[in-house]
């Protein structure tokens, strides 16, 4: 649920706060009229939707990464949130969703990481390099998702693959960024050139976007 006066805040942001919120009792009076007196739930001076009414697939995100379920996790997320949604004039909404926006986008980022170490903990490689391709998918500057690919790949045998993906790594970083690739990369690149094989030897801390915390692994706990 929200606040009613960061409602008022987000919608009605030029509003005296009479206005606001006669425009507020208004709406709320609307949707309820359309929609069933049990579509919001409003007391206590906060609103929020009814659960029992509504399925929100953010819900279900959030859900699945409590109960450690990280596969569902990844499956659920699709796209940022409210893509493509905008709504003139509303700068504080606008701020609060780029936020809720970032926020979840990384939780899934470290999502995915975790899979992928689960998967190499295991030994299944091949989902190892499937679950560090969606990292970079989603982070395609990211130097750790890049190492992790390209740790992947080696480790599944696909050395030439890796040092493919390392160039057009390089190469990216080069063209967005205008500016150099972390030296891990490069180190990495001689390395598997040389016949050496360090999968796991660049690994990286993960940090973990605030709201959405994603139930660590018990390699990560013991790192």
Do not use: C, K
């Amino acid at each position: 649920g929200v606040d009613r006066d960061r409602v008022l805040a987000f919608f009605w942001p030029n509003s005296d706060a009479e206005r606001a919120a006669n425009s507020f009792r208004q709406i709320l009076h609307g949707i309820r009229r359309d929609l069933g007196d049990e579509t919001l739930i409003y007391e206590g001076g906060r609103l929020r939707l009814n659960p029992s009414r509504f399925s929100v697939d953010l819900w279900d995100l959030e859900r699945s990464i409590r109960d450690g379920q990280l596969e569902l996790a990844d499956a659920l997320y699709r796209g940022p949130l409210l893509d493509g949604f905008a709504v003139g004039g509303l700068d504080e909404f606008d701020r609060w969703v780029d936020a809720e926006r970032q926020r979840i986008h990384q939780t899934v980022i470290n999502v995915a990481r975790q899979l992928a170490q689960r998967a190499a903990a295991h030994g299944r490689l091949l989902d190892a390099v499937a679950h560090w391709r969606r990292v970079t998918s989603l982070d395609p500057l990211s130097t750790t998702g890049a190492l992790g690919l390209v740790n992947a790949l080696a480790a599944a045998g696909d050395r030439a693959g890796a040092l493919a993906y390392a160039r057009v790594y390089q190469e990216l970083v080069r063209s967005q960024l205008e500016m150099e690739p972390d030296d891990q990369i490069e180190h990495l690149v001689e390395s598997l050139r040389a016949g050496g094989a360090p999968p796991g030897s660049a690994r990286a801390e993960m940090p973990t976007a605030p709201g959405l915390r994603a139930p660590e692994t018990p390699a990560a706990r013991e790192s």
